[in-house]
């Protein structure tokens, strides 16, 4: 699944380096590394068919891992 974003407003105060998506099941799952990328638009592998997902997205620089997104709504995962 791709998962697409718009850049945030404030960098921080440095360049952004990278975007990090993390994925969690909606029945209860723990947020995990989902992919790493510096585009805005980020593919997630290892999704599994059926299950119900949704995704957050942090800004990494040099200072680290900035406060993550808001979740989005759950998506179900479709076999392609």
């Given at each position: 699944m791709t998962i697409g974003f718009t850049a945030p407003v404030n960098d921080g105060g440095a360049p952004i380096t990278s975007y990090i998506v993390e994925k969690r099941d909606v029945r209860g799952g723990r947020w995990e590394y989902g992919a790493?990328?510096?585009?805005?638009?980020?593919?997630?592998?290892?999704?599994?068919?059926?299950?119900?997902?949704?995704?957050?997205?942090?800004?990494?620089?040099?200072?680290?891992?900035?406060?993550?997104?808001?979740?989005t709504q759950p998506f179900v995962v479709r076999s392609r």
């Open positions: 790493e990328d510096i585009d805005y638009e980020i593919k997630v592998n290892n999704l599994i068919p059926g299950s119900e997902v949704e995704f957050r997205v942090s800004a990494v620089n040099k200072a680290g891992q900035g406060m993550p997104s808001d979740p």
